[in-house]
């Protein structure tokens, strides 16, 4: 692997960060193990903790640690009984949020040779869902039901076509029904929160425009959430990995990657970082701050697609950047050796008004997984890279 001299040097600059005791420890594993020690370890079958054990299920692979892939395994295997059933799970409940957990089971029913049936019998609940699962007028799938009805948001998109483009790639993988509809839901996306200038995406919209943030003409919510640009850069990234490139949609996905990932390289702030709120003239100002979990997935995502062949190396000085602002800022040493995550606001949501106000208003929550998660996927590309 051919490294530009500037990434070599980050590179290298990266590594003397690790400092005399860290030196031999990768942080993906560092970080992996250092959760397994905290309260927030605790698996459920929501996406925060799936995102959390997709990290340490990445960082355990990489780097070949069994006892560590074995934790991620029965955790994930805790969370369906032996009959099939994803424990907790409504199927009558409608929210995307909930789907993302089919792909930690899939991962473990592939990787372990495609013979539990509890798995697939789960996963199989899942897809089923999506057949029932209420839509817009246009076919999109709605962000919750009944909070967020002909609504759209980033976030769910990554929810929930990842798990159905990686179902229909094991189980069906000539539905061509089902490869258009899950290119469908980005191309909604696409039309309505774009905005064709700065090459960022708002939150999401509306389809009804009854939220009192939908744009009149769009339905889109007034701002460029980071957290929610990071969830679709991912998904963008991950579905492209299985969707059949002789299909139309996938040129259609490849295009929106392309056109993000520029945008979000022109947004990118000087400290390698971006902003909680990134849509102008916000970036900057004061009270905005650049976010850890967006910084993270948008890592992950151009460092994925670099290896993948979706998008150019050029990218990578990019992605390092980022990277080595993580490690400086937004990793914690704990006095007993462990690592802490910073930085990863808690939440945003466009339940509110959607302004600027309310989610600079949102608290900072330490060790979150939406952000330590995708820091370990962030950091196993880094290690593949070193390797
Ligand atoms: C190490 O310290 C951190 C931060 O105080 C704490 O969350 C963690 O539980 C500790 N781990 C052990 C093994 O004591
Ligand atoms: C493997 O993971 C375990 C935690 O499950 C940890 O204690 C151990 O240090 C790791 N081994 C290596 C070589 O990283
Ligand atoms: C499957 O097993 C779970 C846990 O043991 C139980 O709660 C559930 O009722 C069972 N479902 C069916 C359909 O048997
Ligand atoms: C193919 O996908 C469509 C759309 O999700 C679904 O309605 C249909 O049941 C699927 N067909 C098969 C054979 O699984
Ligand atoms: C789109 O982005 C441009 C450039 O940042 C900005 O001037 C414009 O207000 C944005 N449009 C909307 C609808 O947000």
């Not at 070599?8 to 420890?25: D, G, S």
């Not at 701002?223 to 990995?241: C, I, K, N, P, S």
């Not at 259609?252 to 702030?269: F, G, P, V, W």
């Amino acid at each position: 692997m051919h490294l530009p001299a500037l990434a070599l040097a980050i590179l290298t600059c990266t590594t003397n960060i690790l400092a005399a005791p860290a030196a031999t420890q990768p942080y993906s594993t560092w970080m992996a193990t250092s959760f397994l020690s905290k309260p927030q370890r605790k698996i459920d079958r929501h996406y925060v903790a799936n995102v959390l054990y997709e990290g340490i299920q990445k960082a355990a692979t990489l780097h070949q640690n069994s006892s560590l892939l074995a934790t991620a395994s029965s955790a994930i295997s805790s969370l369906v009984a032996e009959n099939g059933t994803l424990l907790g799970w409504d199927p009558n409940y409608y929210s995307l949020d909930d789907i993302r957990v089919g792909n930690n089971i899939l991962y473990f029913w592939d990787s372990e040779g495609r013979k539990a049936t509890k798995y697939q019998k789960a996963v199989a609940a899942l897809r089923e869902q999506l057949n029932q699962y209420p839509r817009t007028p246009s076919g999109g799938f709605w962000h919750r039901n009944p909070s967020y009805k002909n609504q759209m948001w980033l976030d769910g998109i990554y929810m929930a076509e990842t798990f159905y483009a990686t179902y229909t790639s094991y189980f069906e993988p000539e539905n061509t029904t089902a490869w258009e509809d899950i290119a469908r839901q980005f191309d909604l996306i696409e039309t309505h929160c774009r905005n064709k200038t700065s090459g960022l995406l708002a939150h999401g919209y509306d389809e009804s425009k009854k939220a009192v943030w939908a744009d009149p003409v769009t339905g889109a919510s007034p701002h460029v959430w980071d957290r929610a640009v990071g969830w679709y850069f991912m998904a963008l990234v991950e579905v492209l990995q299985v969707y059949p490139q002789k299909l139309a949609g996938y040129a259609r996905l490849e295009n929106y990657l392309t056109a993000l990932a520029a945008a979000l390289k022109k947004a990118q702030d000087a400290s390698g970082g971006w902003w909680l709120i990134m849509d102008e003239p916000y970036p900057g100002m004061e009270s905005n701050y650049i976010e850890s979990s967006a910084t993270a997935m948008f890592t992950y995502g151009y460092l994925k697609a670099i290896r993948t062949g979706l998008l150019e190396a050029s990218y990578q000085e990019t992605a390092l950047r980022a990277y080595n602002l993580m490690v400086e800022k937004f990793v914690k040493r704990d006095a007993n050796g462990t690592l802490s995550w910073e930085g990863t606001v808690e939440v945003g949501s466009l339940d509110g008004d959607g302004s600027y106000e309310y989610y600079i208003g949102v608290p900072l929550s330490e060790n979150d997984g939406k952000g330590a998660g995708p820091f370990m996927f962030a950091s196993t590309e880094v290690e593949a890279l070193q390797k």
